[in-house]
């Protein structure tokens, strides 16, 4: 049903030869069964054209029937000796011969166009598609169903379907029955959407859809049954990202809720300490209580900032730094993480120089490298950490998908278990995840390479069975110095500040640093309150702090009203919540912000930047 066709066997060539061998055996046979047959060995000449005709095309049938005709004219039908006339009797059998040959060239050929026609159809079919016989044997397997099974079709030909198609046990134990087996005993259709797993012929489980029907020939009874099935592991795994992503995003926002929250009770908590850590005089033993207190508060605000950096994604927030001080100062932690029976070796090269990236987003990197070796090291091993100075030209940078220049590479190896070349080309896609389910989201090294490509750099990862892996990070060298992060000192004024904040806590806390500092304040609890204060004491504000997330009204619609009524008047927004903070600085005009929790020093620093801004106009009379 599915002809093995070679080029030879395709030629003219190969055509007429064959042609010829069928001929020479029918007339071998004719001769050595002239005595028994008579005249009725033409049959066996054309059972030669039938063969030649049927396995190897019309052309092959017509060279049979003509050096048949040849043969029998020589043979068998040569008139006697001394013969001159015509006989017309032996001209009407060759005649007859020939027409018959014709006709049996052109069924034969026809009925094999028409099998390799629907032969060709049913493996093209891009789903996998097996035949069976009325007693459940195996006919027919498209190159997918060989794919999928295991099985070529020459071997599995005549094997029970039992034996080529096997499906696994359902989840709850059950044997699942073979859909032909079901098709043929109850003579219906069978076909389910549920998926179902293949058990191939070298043991591996493809997870299918299937659908199975009876053949019936013209007489209504059924004549053997086909299986139409497909592999869905891939879609199988996008639902799974899918509803993964979902439950990702659900839990990101009741993280990003709950830290915005806590951010503000963390701005009480971290304010007020400040205030008494000030009033206490440092040979005072309560003073050590108060820094713990401090020292608390600034952990939960990491923590805070992580829950909101999974609720969103961090923003990032490149500068030029060290590599190797990063790296040296991350060692401690490192050592931490890997445990006791992994060894860390860090060598930095000296005069490196710098590159420019997101300290916190390079950490990652670093954390998700040595994470990703702990977890291929379980019996414990070595993990080597080494930077070192690398010019990529254009060859190297073009496969590496990246500009060619001066690089900083940063390299992590280790001793474990490695990948093999299909997990390899999967290691940095999202979701994707070697270990067992519960155990691994699968975004630790896509979010690493998401860092490395945001900083316009690139990873390569180099690994075998058995040989351990070494990831290499390349990084564009940066000229500028190390940029140092900016210290918040305190700022004292003398201005009227519009404080509005719905929590209370906040707005007294704020309020007394201000106060403390020379400020005037005025306070209101909502966007709607502040408008009504501005409208009665707008001419002496000069600047505008305000929550973003409040009832009634945004802080932003509130800064947008406020401004049409005075545009020079200042404003800065404060938030707990990072996509407020992305708010803050998109959509046009650039807004001050200040994100919560902060000190009572970050707080007078920027009020004291806010309100000597350039350009600053105040809304006051002169």
Not at 296 to 313: I, N, Q, V
Not at 479 to 491: D, G, K, L, N, Y
Not at 513 to 519: A, D, Q, R, W
């Amino acid at each position: 049903m599915k002809p093995l066709m070679t080029p030879l066997h395709r030629s003219r060539l190969y055509s007429g030869v064959a042609a010829l061998m069928f001929c020479a055996v029918a007339l071998w046979a004719g001769l050595l069964l002239h005595s028994f047959l008579g005249e009725y060995d033409i049959l066996l000449f054309l059972g030669a054209v039938w063969a030649s005709g049927w396995y190897y095309g019309r052309a092959s049938g017509v060279a049979c029937t003509a050096a048949s005709a040849v043969a029998i004219l020589y043979f068998f039908l040569r008139p006697a000796p001394g013969f001159t006339g015509v006989s017309w009797s032996i001209v009407g059998r060759l005649i007859a011969f020939v027409v018959m040959g014709g006709l049996l060239t052109w069924m034969a050929g026809s009925l094999r166009e028409g099998r390799r026609l629907f032969s060709a159809t049913l493996s093209s079919i891009g789903d996998a598609v097996a035949a069976t016989d009325d007693e459940g044997r195996v006919t027919f397997l498209n190159p997918v169903a060989e794919t999928l099974t295991g099985w070529v079709l020459s071997e599995a030909r005549g094997k029970p379907a039992d034996v080529v198609l096997r499906f696994a046990p359902g989840r709850d134990g059950e044997e699942a029955e073979n859909p032909i087996a079901r098709v043929l005993r109850e003579r219906v259709v069978a076909s389910t959407q549920q998926p179902a797993s293949l058990v191939s012929r070298s043991g591996t489980e493809v997870p299918v859809e299937h659908s199975a029907a009876p053949v019936r020939g013209e007489d209504g009874k059924v004549r053997g049954a086909v299986l139409v099935f497909r592999d869905i592991g891939k879609r199988l795994q996008l639902e799974e990202q899918a509803t993964h992503a979902q439950k990702m995003d659900a839990v990101g926002r009741l993280a990003g809720g709950v830290a915005g929250d806590f951010n503000n009770v963390l701005t009480v908590i971290t304010g007020y300490a400040e205030l008494l850590r000030a009033e206490i005089p440092s040979s005072n033993p309560l003073r050590h209580f108060v820094d713990e207190i401090i020292h608390a508060g600034e952990r939960a605000a990491a923590l805070t900032g992580h829950l909101l950096a999974f609720s969103r994604g961090a923003t990032a927030q490149p500068r030029v730094v060290d590599l190797n001080s990063l790296v040296g100062g991350m060692e401690p932690m490192l050592r931490r993480l890997l445990g006791e029976n992994i060894e860390l070796v860090v060598l930095g090269s000296p005069g490196l120089g710098r590159v420019r990236i997101d300290p916190a987003q390079m950490e990652q990197v670093v954390v998700s490298l040595a994470a990703n070796a702990r977890d291929a090291m379980p019996s414990g091993g070595k993990f080597v950490i080494e930077t070192a100075a690398a010019e990529l030209d254009d060859a190297t940078a073009k496969n590496l998908g990246t500009r060619p220049g001066p690089y900083i590479m940063l390299a992590a190896s280790d001793t474990g278990i490695g990948m093999d070349s299909a997990t390899r080309s999967r290691v940095f896609e999202p979701f994707f995840t070697t270990k067992a389910p519960g155990k691994g989201s699968g975004l630790g090294l896509a979010t690493a390479y998401g860092a490395i490509r945001q900083a316009d750099g690139c990873v390569t990862v180099y690994s075998q069975p058995g040989c351990g892996s070494i990831f290499e990070v390349y990084l564009p060298r940066a000229s500028e110095p190390v940029t140092q992060p900016v210290r918040a000192r305190s700022a004292k004024g003398s201005e009227t500040i519009l404080l509005v904040d719905d929590e209370e806590g906040v707005r007294k806390l704020v309020m007394a640093v201000l106060k403390s500092n020379g400020y005037d304040v005025v306070e209101a609890s909502n966007g709607p309150a502040a408008l009504a204060v501005y409208e009665k004491t707008g001419h002496k504000i000069d600047m505008v702090l305000t929550d973003v997330v409040m009832p009634q009204m945004s802080g932003f619609d509130l800064g947008r009203q406020l401004q049409e009524r005075a545009p020079g008047l200042k404003i800065l927004y404060m938030s707990g919540y990072r996509d407020n903070a992305i708010g803050a600085t998109g959509g046009g005009a650039s807004r001050a912000f200040l994100h919560k929790p902060f000190t009572p020093d970050v707080l007078l620093t920027r009020v004291r930047e806010v309100l000597d801004s350039e350009g600053y106009t105040s809304s006051r009379p002169v």
